[in-house]
């Protein structure tokens, strides 16, 4: 399926189906385990397959479901959400449906399939129905031969026999065959079993105590829970006082400080580092001060390669940007380890060797992801360039105090050196020449021209004509340019114009209609939302009124862009859950109360985010979002049988407990099993793990605050939910 629907193996589609495995799982655990519970009570295999799969068929089906649903809401995320979370709730859909389709048909077939013990043969008659079957088929053909007419028999008579002969033949061989093949996989199994008798039996021995052990502690644990569960339910008031505590201390208190960012940085084990000396500096040069950096980076032993390259080709996308003023440095680090404080530690090292050359300045850069080169963009818009200019640089230096921001950058640079020739007309007409030729004339020389090209094969060569480099170097050089060649007395150009040195600008930006100027930083040691805070004042502090004067973009618009989408499509997917389940149940009441472990589980979730310092973002979200789909799970089952021994006529407060204490150990391993199928990208195992550890923080701690709430608050709500109904 992910091949017809185009979806690759990516960090994404791999974190779906690390997800996804965990919760494939759970529909099996359930089936199973209400299947051995009917097989305890005493009836046959497929008594017990038809009857426990029919008890649990419509819980493990809405739970289910509830978790597909709430993958359909990313179809409306807009932004860089909606285009990395595509693959991956594909990839958990189709693995979940088909876990339900293997719950529900291919397990309890499973468990009907029984093999005789100990290996035995099965009796010699079984083994003797093919020979007879044979012997019939050439009974059967002889008589149909004998039924014809007499001329008909004569001719076809050999020919009937030959055929009936091989295929008698054929079979018996074939069964000969089957028999050998039999006999020899089952001395193969005899002398395996010789072979590993004394390892297999310790091996037994050791599963049989673990097994043994643990279902002594799952005995233990179920009698302590119900004896707890039933003090708790007839004194539900503490419970609910300190869960709702933690509600209004997580959502109130810790909520407002956890920063927020668009989505996790990321170490792809390269980055750039953008060198930049001041405007005028010929492209030697240029080289020639990052040589020694660049030597000294090779010899590092987290470097793996680097490469560096000098100015810009006049005929590149990149010259207006880059001058020969300016290099790039990139840096490619040795694979494995923490590339984070590989780079780190190269980054600080380049920083050094660069403040030791003069007039250098470096910016470090990483690769664009989702088209951002740098987290933070401020945008200042003036009318006149002169004002533009000073506004960018009270700005570049109050950012640069900063101390959360690195690598700051203005697009208003120094501008390239340019020399503006101002002609006298009259000067020019007393020689008979116009502005037109001395500006041709003086073009020439400089930049030269083309008369005529050398064509060598299929390559045509320009061929120019320019003055020597010695006649063009300064500006005194074309201040003593010949302007009329062609006539006895020579005039200088400066002769007949002035010419001035000026500097240009080096780009000029527009937004919106609009001159602006845009300022980059890199963040260091916090977040992309409290770094915006801090920029917001300070421009607020000089004067400037935001979306007037000024507007942040970048990731930080990007970041509200998507969060927004994703608040959306939370609350969406919470609707869908509450839909699947009030249609499973027919009910409306029950759905609400297991939609109550949603905001629980959140607020279970916050200090961990706060505590161990990961901010909001896109994958957080995502966790949010899966967690609302998979917390509900529990909760559908327990409610469910509780439900049904409701119908029944168990009283409420017993039929509270005894579904609590029976759907113990299904709870217990189905929470466990999505824990651990998404602890090694919580503990940071493989590539890529920045963009996965704050989903699996996040799925892991819901699912385990949600499984607490799950066996202690849903019985309580339920037991209240049900007597105030028949006090009504």
Same mark, same amino acid.
């Given at each position: 399926?992910?091949?017809?629907?185009?979806?690759?193996?990516?960090?994404?589609?791999?974190?779906?189906?690390?997800?996804?495995?965990?919760?494939?799982?759970?529909?099996?655990?359930?089936?199973?385990?209400?299947?051995?519970?009917?097989?305890?009570?005493?009836?046959?295999?497929?008594?017990?397959?038809?009857?426990?799969?029919?008890?649990?068929?419509?819980?493990?089906?809405?739970?289910?479901?509830?978790?597909?649903?709430?993958?359909?809401?990313?179809?409306?995320?807009?932004?860089?959400?909606?285009?990395?979370?595509?693959?991956?709730?594909?990839?958990?859909?189709?693995?979940?449906?088909?876990?339900?389709?293997?719950?529900?048909?291919?397990?309890?077939?499973?468990?009907?399939?029984?093999?005789?013990?100990?290996?035995?043969?099965?009796? =010699?008659?079984?083994?003797?129905?093919?020979?007879?079957?044979?012997?019939?088929?050439?009974?059967?053909?002889?008589?149909?031969?004998?039924?014809?007419?007499?001329?008909?028999?004569?001719?076809?008579? &050999?020919?009937?026999?030959?055929?009936?002969?091989?295929?008698?033949?054929?079979?018996?061989?074939?069964?000969?065959?089957?028999?050998?093949?039999?006999?020899?996989?089952?001395?193969?199994?005899?002398?395996?079993?010789?072979?590993?008798?004394?390892?297999?039996?310790?091996?037994?021995?050791?599963?049989?105590?673990?097994?043994?052990?643990?279902?002594?502690?799952?005995?233990?644990?179920?009698?302590?829970?119900?004896?707890?569960?039933?003090?708790?339910?007839?004194?539900?008031?503490?419970?609910?006082?300190?869960?709702?505590?933690?509600?209004?201390?997580?959502?109130?208190?810790?909520?407002?400080?956890?920063?927020?960012?668009?989505?996790?940085?990321?170490?792809?084990?390269?980055?750039?580092?953008?060198?930049?000396?001041?405007?005028?500096?010929?492209?030697?040069?240029?080289?020639?001060?990052?040589?020694?950096?660049?030597?000294?980076?090779?010899?590092?032993?987290?470097?793996?390669?680097?490469?560096?390259?000098?100015?810009?080709?006049?005929?590149?996308?990149?010259?207006?940007?880059?001058?020969?003023?300016?290099?790039?440095?990139?840096?490619?680090?040795?694979?494995?380890?923490?590339?984070?404080?590989?780079?780190?530690?190269?980054?600080?090292?380049?920083?050094?060797?660069?403040?030791?050359?003069?007039?250098?300045?470096?910016?470090?850069?990483?690769?664009?992801?989702?088209?951002?080169?740098?987290?933070?963009?401020?945008?200042?818009?003036?009318?006149?360039?002169?004002?533009?200019?000073?506004?960018?640089?009270?700005?570049?230096?109050?950012?640069?105090?900063?101390?959360?921001?690195?690598?700051?950058?203005?697009?208003?640079? &120094?501008?390239?050196?340019?020399?503006?020739?101002?002609?006298?007309?009259?000067?020019?007409?007393?020689?008979?020449?116009?502005?037109?030729? =001395? =500006?041709?004339?003086?073009?020439?020389?400089?930049?030269?021209?083309?008369?005529?090209?050398?064509?060598?094969?299929?390559?045509?060569?320009?061929?120019?004509?320019?003055?020597?480099?010695?006649?063009?170097?300064?500006?005194?050089?074309?201040?003593?340019?010949?302007?009329? &060649?062609?006539?006895?007395?020579?005039?200088?150009?400066?002769?007949?114009?002035?010419?001035?040195?000026?500097?240009?600008?080096?780009?000029?930006?527009?937004?919106?209609?609009?001159?602006?100027?845009?300022?980059?930083?890199?963040?260091?040691?916090?977040?992309?939302?409290?770094?915006?805070?801090?920029?917001?004042?300070?421009?607020?502090?000089?004067?400037?009124?935001?979306?007037?004067?000024?507007?942040?973009?970048?990731?930080?618009?990007?970041?509200?862009?998507?969060?927004?989408?994703?608040?959306?499509?939370?609350?969406?997917?919470?609707?869908?859950?509450?839909?699947?389940? =009030?249609?499973?149940?027919?009910?409306?009441?029950?759905?609400?109360?297991?939609?109550?472990?949603?905001?629980?589980?959140?607020?279970?979730?916050? &200090?961990?985010?706060?505590?161990?310092?990961?901010?909001?973002?896109?994958?957080?979200?995502?966790?949010?979002?899966?967690?609302?789909?998979?917390?509900?799970?529990?909760?559908?089952?327990?409610?469910?049988?509780?439900?049904?021994?409701?119908?029944?006529?168990?009283?409420?407060?017993?039929?509270?407990?005894?579904?609590?204490?029976?759907?113990?150990?299904?709870?217990?391993?189905?929470?466990?099993?999505?824990?651990?199928?998404?602890?090694?990208?919580?503990?940071?195992?493989?590539?890529?793990?920045?963009?996965?550890?704050?989903?699996?923080?996040?799925?892991?701690?819901?699912?385990?605050?949600?499984?607490?709430?799950?066996?202690?608050?849903?019985?309580?709500?339920?037991?209240?939910?049900?007597?105030?109904?028949?006090?009504?």
């Amino acid at each position: 399926v992910m091949h017809l629907a185009r979806v690759t193996i990516n960090i994404m589609s791999l974190g779906g189906l690390a997800l996804g495995i965990g919760m494939m799982v759970d529909n099996a655990i359930v089936v199973i385990e209400s299947i051995h519970r009917r097989r305890e009570s005493g009836d046959d295999p497929v008594t017990a397959s038809v009857i426990g799969t029919r008890t649990v068929g419509g819980a493990v089906t809405a739970s289910t479901l509830t978790t597909v649903v709430v993958f359909f809401p990313i179809v409306f995320v807009t932004g860089v959400a909606g285009q990395v979370f595509g693959d991956m709730a594909l990839t958990v859909v189709i693995s979940l449906s088909v876990s339900l389709l293997v719950a529900l048909f291919f397990i309890p077939m499973l468990t009907t399939r029984g093999f005789s013990a100990g290996g035995e043969i099965p009796p =010699a008659r079984d083994w003797k129905r093919p020979m007879h079957r044979g012997f019939r088929q050439f009974k059967r053909g002889f008589a149909l031969w004998r039924s014809w007419r007499r001329e008909l028999r004569i001719p076809v008579a &050999p020919f009937l026999f030959i055929y009936l002969l091989i295929k008698l033949l054929l079979g018996w061989f074939y069964l000969a065959l089957a028999l050998l093949l039999f006999y020899v996989l089952i001395a193969l199994r005899w002398i395996l079993i010789q072979l590993a008798a004394p390892v297999w039996g310790e091996v037994v021995k050791v599963f049989r105590s673990v097994g043994n052990a643990f279902q002594r502690s799952i005995a233990s644990l179920t009698e302590t829970y119900r004896t707890s569960l039933h003090t708790l339910v007839s004194k539900p008031l503490p419970v609910l006082f300190l869960f709702g505590l933690l509600c209004i201390v997580s959502f109130a208190v810790l909520l407002p400080r956890i920063g927020g960012e668009l989505i996790p940085s990321v170490s792809q084990g390269v980055f750039n580092v953008e060198f930049t000396l001041p405007v005028g500096t010929p492209v030697e040069r240029t080289a020639e001060a990052i040589l020694p950096i660049e030597k000294s980076v090779r010899r590092m032993d987290e470097v793996r390669m680097v490469s560096s390259r000098s100015g810009g080709e006049l005929t590149s996308a990149e010259a207006s940007l880059r001058g020969p003023n300016q290099a790039v440095l990139t840096v490619r680090l040795t694979p494995g380890g923490d590339l984070e404080y590989k780079e780190n530690r190269v980054a600080a090292s380049v920083r050094a060797l660069t403040a030791r050359v003069p007039d250098l300045e470096m910016l470090v850069t990483h690769p664009a992801l989702f088209t951002f080169k740098q987290p933070v963009e401020v945008i200042l818009k003036r009318d006149d360039l002169a004002e533009l200019h000073h506004l960018a640089v009270q700005v570049r230096d109050q950012l640069a105090d900063l101390p959360i921001l690195t690598d700051i950058e203005s697009s208003i640079r &120094p501008g390239y050196p340019e020399i503006i020739i101002v002609f006298d007309r009259d000067r020019l007409a007393r020689i008979g020449l116009t502005t037109r030729d =001395a =500006a041709r004339r003086v073009q020439t020389s400089v930049l030269g021209n083309v008369p005529t090209r050398f064509r060598e094969e299929e390559r045509r060569i320009d061929i120019r004509v320019q003055l020597t480099e010695d006649s063009r170097r300064s500006l005194e050089d074309l201040r003593q340019l010949v302007i009329n &060649p062609d006539q006895p007395i020579p005039v200088t150009l400066a002769d007949v114009a002035r010419l001035e040195l000026h500097e240009g600008p080096a780009d000029i930006k527009r937004i919106g209609s609009t001159r602006s100027a845009v300022i980059t930083a890199a963040i260091e040691g916090s977040d992309l939302k409290s770094a915006g805070f801090e920029i917001r004042s300070i421009l607020n502090d000089m004067g400037l009124a935001e979306e007037y004067d000024y507007s942040i973009r970048g990731q930080r618009r990007e970041m509200e862009k998507s969060l927004s989408s994703l608040r959306f499509a939370l609350l969406l997917a919470v609707f869908l859950v509450y839909v699947v389940m =009030a249609s499973q149940f027919e009910s409306l009441r029950f759905p609400f109360l297991i939609l109550l472990t949603i905001p629980l589980a959140v607020a279970g979730v916050i &200090p961990v985010l706060w505590g161990l310092g990961i901010p909001l973002s896109i994958m957080v979200f995502l966790g949010l979002i899966v967690l609302a789909g998979i917390v509900v799970n529990n909760s559908i089952v327990l409610v469910d049988y509780a439900n049904q021994l409701l119908n029944s006529g168990v009283p409420a407060g017993d039929a509270v407990i005894e579904a609590a204490r029976t759907r113990l150990r299904p709870i217990l391993m189905t929470s466990l099993t999505t824990v651990l199928a998404l602890l090694p990208m919580a503990l940071g195992v493989g590539e890529g793990v920045e963009m996965r550890r704050p989903m699996a923080v996040t799925v892991i701690f819901g699912l385990l605050f949600a499984t607490l709430v799950t066996l202690i608050v849903t019985p309580i709500l339920i037991r209240l939910s049900v007597r105030e109904r028949r006090r009504k």
